[in-house]
């Protein structure tokens, strides 16, 4: 079903994270892997550039009349390449204008073209050098000996690069003070390979996300010990055995194992992990028998365990992880006799139990949790009478209670929630009487009504919420009717009103006046190409989807080069 709203909200989006490189061409994610100083020339009204930011504008619009970068400021110089990079003008061409520029950072994350006839100038820039990014680009093992020149590099970033093996990491060991290391998404790395890891001492940070071939090479970590996080998400090769040598490094206080084959035999070898605050087992093949070494880590304040084979039996330990701010249960077996054992957890601040077996019962075991701002409650048997448990929760900023047996009755016992932002009632049983109920929420920013039963009438009620960021309601009774109302909420900046098939072109006609608007889908309605001249005045769109309606791409396309500039994403595509 096209454009279809995203029901479990980040939960269903695979272990991605910000700035993450994705090869794939759906956009979820708008900014590099490393996060650089980024030039706009979208000015507001009334605002004037400074003169440096037209010097940089002017610089990298002529770039082809210079043939060197090097006389100029190396902080100059820096700012062009970077706008260039914005902009995607540089070529390799233009790159040998920064020959010997004693440049600091190269953020080239997924830019088109990077390849080894590009790192004789990258390694030009010598002892200058801090960082490079060079993920998803066509580098090779042989692109990888010009960084020998760069014995000051600090971090390195080489996600998705296919063309590099264990041929290649041999000559990166002589950077000595690298801190930070990535190799997301590498097949050819091995544990041999590894090997050339061992002289990195300086590692704080070493991300080998799905890399497959990493079983045994966890050995060459145990003399890094400087070494604060380690990410081994998606390694399924990973195995108790593998969980002896990180005994050794003692600082660390990340860890993250997901999807591994690693047991609660495994887990006991973290036991002398002081420092560990994070650590991730979402999916690894452990039960509740492993609480009792997770409570021997005295600093643990954030547990992933979704997806594990924990039951209610043996939770008992639960209750001595006293200093959890985080917990994550999701997806487990564990009933409202657990939550008994959560009840002591003070210190809460999220706790995840999406489709688990709790249902109203357990709810009363949270009521204490004053520190509590997230909780999760997808896919569970909570019902209505059990919120009447969290309506002293005065922290909670955001509860999901999507596919859960809430309804219009429910959302009266959220009127306390004073400290409110985000609401999911992807819900069957809410209608409009139920959204009568949230008018005394002014804090909300986001709320998503998928699924629910809601209709032109019921939009009246959230012209009260003056705050939302985020609105979503995907059900299907909205008309052009509905949508009038939606046009006073005015700090907008994602809306989904996919599935309403009723909505026509009236419909883009008040939406024009949300400017803030990021994101907009409007997915299986009746609306046509003659109708997206209303998007004109929403500068700052940079996603829009219209699929299955009777628009094109190339109507879009005319749209996005004569009014919106910043659109990046659209669909159809």
Not at 168 to 197: D, E, H, P, V
Not at 549 to 565: E, R
């Amino acid at each position: 079903m096209g454009g279809v709203c995203s029901r479990k909200q980040e939960q269903d989006i695979e272990d991605s994270s910000p700035g993450e490189y994705c090869k794939s061409g759906s956009l979820k994610r708008l900014t590099p892997s490393f996060s650089y100083p980024m030039m706009s020339f979208h000015l507001q009204n009334g605002e004037c550039p400074s003169l440096l930011d037209l010097c940089i504008q002017r610089i990298s619009q002529d770039i082809d009349r210079y043939s060197s970068m090097s006389i100029l400021p190396r902080d100059i110089s820096q700012q062009v390449f970077n706008e260039l990079v914005r902009s995607h003008r540089l070529t390799a061409a233009f790159l040998e204008a920064f020959r010997d520029c004693a440049l600091q950072d190269l953020y080239l994350g997924e830019y088109a073209g990077v390849n080894d006839s590009w790192m004789d100038v990258i390694s030009s820039q010598g002892s200058s050098l801090l960082s490079v990014d060079l993920s998803g680009s066509d580098v090779t093992d042989f692109g990888l000996t010009y960084l020998k020149a760069c014995e000051n590099l600090l971090a390195l970033n080489l996600n998705h690069c296919d063309h590099i093996s264990d041929y290649g990491l041999k000559y990166i060991s002589g950077l000595t003070n690298l801190t930070s290391l990535s190799f997301r998404r590498n097949n050819a790395i091995s544990a041999q390979g590894m090997s050339s890891f061992s002289g990195l001492v300086s590692l704080v940070k070493l991300d080998l996300e799905r890399c497959p071939g990493v079983h045994g090479g966890l050995v060459h970590l145990q003399g890094l010990t400087k070494l604060e996080s380690l990410n081994l998400k998606w390694c399924n090769c990973i195995t108790d055995a593998d969980m002896k040598p990180l005994s050794e490094l003692t600082n660390l206080t990340s860890l993250e194992i997901s999807r591994s084959k690693v047991t609660d035999f495994g887990v006991t070898f973290l036991g002398g992990l002081q420092k560990l605050s994070m650590l991730n087992l979402e999916g690894c093949l452990v039960t509740s028998a492993c609480l009792g070494s997770l409570a021997e880590l005295p600093a643990l304040s954030t547990l992933n365990l979704n997806s594990c084979k924990l039951s209610s039996n043996g939770c008992e330990k639960l209750s001595q992880l006293g200093n959890l701010k985080t917990l994550n249960l999701g997806s487990t077996d564990i009933t409202d006799a657990c939550l008994a054992h959560v009840k002591g957890l003070t210190k809460l601040e999220s706790l995840i139990l999406d489709a688990c077996k709790v249902g109203d019962r357990g709810l009363a075991n949270l009521a204490g949790l004053r520190q509590l701002k997230c909780l999760e409650l997808s896919e569970t048997e909570v019902g209505s009478n059990g919120l009447r448990h969290l309506s002293g929760l005065s922290s909670l900023e955001k509860i999901n209670l999507s596919f859960t047996e809430v309804g219009d009755n429910g959302l009266r016992k959220l009127r306390g929630l004073s400290s409110l932002k985000s609401l999911n009632l992807d819900a069957r049983h809410i209608t409009d009487a139920g959204l009568a109920a949230l008018t005394s929420l002014t804090t909300l920013t986001d709320l998503d009504l998928f699924g629910a039963k809601i209709t032109d009438s019921g939009t009246n009620y959230l012209k009260s919420l003056k705050n939302l960021r985020s609105l979503e309601i995907c059900s299907g009774g909205l008309t052009d009717a509905g949508v009038k109302n939606i046009k006073e909420l005015s700090s907008l900046m994602f809306l989904n009103l996919s599935q309403n098939g009723n909505l026509t072109n009236k419909s883009l006609e008040f939406i024009s006046g949300l400017t803030g608007l990021i994101s907009l889908n409007v997915s299986n309605s009746r609306i046509t190409s003659a109708g997206l001249r209303h998007l004109k005045p929403l500068k700052n769109l940079r996603s829009l989807t219209l699929e299955s309606c009777k628009v094109t791409a190339i109507d879009i396309k005319k749209l996005q080069s004569t009014d919106l500039p910043n659109l990046v994403s659209f669909r159809p595509e």
